[in-house]
């Protein structure tokens, strides 16, 4: 059974950095892609960033293109984002996605694609 487990959020200082973590355990196939969404109060959730198989390609939304780095290690079956000049708006629970389809730029931010998900993890960015 796939499951994935995010860590590393918590509350930091807007303009402050987290850094999350999601393991996934229990793949009986590779290769893979792996994704971040997030959802906020009230919201629908969003997709923030992507990474391929190889790490060769990587995808993010608009708003946190050049504060959002998304990277893995497929030794340890882990994906991560570093997420940099935090700010308000980016409260939001943050899950991990996986996907063993491939991912291009028309639909790495397509939910559906995503077969497997994490439970969440918080962050909080205070003003």
């Known amino acids: 059974q796939v499951q994935l487990v995010e860590s590393g959020g918590g509350l930091v200082q807007a303009g402050g950095s987290l850094r999350l973590s999601c393991a996934a355990s229990?793949?009986?196939?590779?290769?893979?892609?792996m994704g971040w969404f997030r959802q906020a109060p009230g919201k629908e959730r969003d997709f923030v960033s992507a990474?391929?198989?190889?790490?060769?390609?990587?995808y993010y939304a608009d708003s946190v293109k050049g504060r959002f780095t998304i990277s893995r290690d497929n030794a340890k079956n882990t994906v991560y984002q570093q997420m940099n000049n935090l700010k308000p708006e980016d409260t939001a629970v943050y899950y991990c996605?996986?996907?063993?389809?491939?991912?291009?730029?028309?639909?790495?931010?397509?939910?559906?694609?995503?077969?497997?998900w994490g439970q969440g993890t918080q962050a909080t960015v205070s003003s």
């Open positions: 229990g793949l009986p196939f590779s290769p893979y892609a």
């Open positions: 990474i391929s198989w190889r790490g060769g390609s990587t």
């Open positions: 996605a996986l996907t063993a389809r491939f991912i291009h730029s028309n639909n790495a931010a397509t939910e559906t694609l995503y077969d497997y």
